[in-house]
């Protein structure tokens, strides 16, 4: 399962970079949840892996098979994972890295209602979702080449009335994950998942979220 799981992300890595047409695109999708502040030297990201993430990158992939792909989707589904990076670039091109437990310290989740959640510990995690969490770190660190040795991954539970995570990338909503002094703020649903919009003027297609069409003033439908 480990090598199998390792091939999985590979694969889920490469299609993201637009190797393959796909319903979603993975190159603005990615774009979405990984949300960079840089100032002068000093760059801080957050990287948000929703559950969904596993399914659309591996979409119309024969080699990896929908079970594979569903116990990872369970294994992950009761928890909201983020990575976090935190680094200062110097001057003769090295770089210093925030390491993982002064990153936890400060690392925080913030729902639109203002509740705030930190961090679990790893008793509360279960062994599947820390397993598989495992397995996919270094090929999610390969994404970001350098950049990669200061990713660290954490995960989170926010839950609804109905103990279901109430932070679901296709329905309306907000979050916000603060690390480092800074804040990273997500406006739901995504963009990239959004059915697009046509300008009834010249049949342009228009981003799903616009409602009016920037060039003529006509509202989308």
């Given at each position: 399962?480990?090598?199998?799981?390792?091939?999985?992300?590979?694969?889920?890595?490469?299609?993201?970079?637009?190797?393959?047409?796909?319903?979603?695109?993975?190159?603005?999708?990615?774009?979405?949840?990984?949300?960079?502040?840089?100032?002068?030297?000093?760059?801080?990201?957050?990287?948000?892996?929703?559950?969904?993430?596993?399914?659309?990158?591996?979409?119309?992939?024969?080699?990896?098979?929908?079970?594979?792909?569903?116990?990872?989707?369970?294994?992950?589904?009761?928890?909201?994972?983020?990575?976090?990076?935190?680094?200062?670039?110097?001057?003769?091109?090295?770089?210093?890295?925030?390491?993982?437990?002064?990153?936890?310290?400060?690392?925080?989740?913030?729902?639109?209602?203002?509740?705030?959640?930190?961090?679990?510990?790893?008793?509360?995690?279960?062994?599947?979702?820390?397993?598989?969490?495992?397995?996919?770190?270094?090929?999610?660190?390969?994404?970001?080449?350098?950049?990669?040795?200061?990713?660290?991954?954490?995960?989170?539970?926010?839950?609804?009335?109905?103990?279901?995570?109430?932070?679901?990338?296709?329905?309306?909503?907000?979050?916000?994950?603060?690390?480092?002094?800074?804040?990273?703020?997500?406006?739901?649903?995504?963009?990239?998942?959004?059915?697009?919009?046509?300008?009834?003027?010249?049949?342009?297609?228009?981003?799903?979220?616009?409602?009016?069409?920037?060039?003529?003033?006509n509202l989308l439908k």
């Amino acid at each position: 399962m480990r090598r199998l799981f390792l091939l999985l992300v590979l694969l889920s890595v490469a299609t993201s970079f637009g190797q393959a047409p796909q319903k979603v695109n993975l190159t603005e999708y990615i774009r979405e949840i990984q949300i960079w502040h840089k100032e002068n030297n000093q760059m801080s990201l957050a990287f948000w892996i929703p559950t969904g993430y596993w399914k659309i990158a591996t979409e119309g992939n024969a080699q990896i098979s929908g079970e594979t792909v569903d116990q990872i989707v369970s294994a992950f589904d009761d928890y909201v994972l983020v990575c976090g990076l935190d680094v200062d670039i110097h001057t003769n091109g090295t770089a210093s890295f925030t390491d993982e437990a002064t990153l936890c310290q400060s690392i925080s989740l913030i729902d639109e209602q203002g509740e705030v959640y930190l961090p679990l510990v790893d008793e509360e995690v279960s062994p599947e979702a820390s397993g598989f969490l495992e397995a996919m770190k270094p090929m999610f660190r390969q994404m970001l080449g350098q950049m990669g040795e200061g990713m660290h991954f954490f995960f989170f539970k926010v839950q609804d009335e109905n103990g279901k995570t109430a932070i679901d990338e296709y329905q309306e909503g907000s979050f916000t994950i603060k690390h480092s002094d800074r804040e990273f703020n997500y406006t739901l649903p995504l963009v990239a998942l959004m059915p697009g919009k046509t300008c009834p003027v010249d049949h342009a297609e228009m981003k799903g979220n616009w409602k009016y069409c920037p060039f003529h003033g006509n509202l989308l439908k």
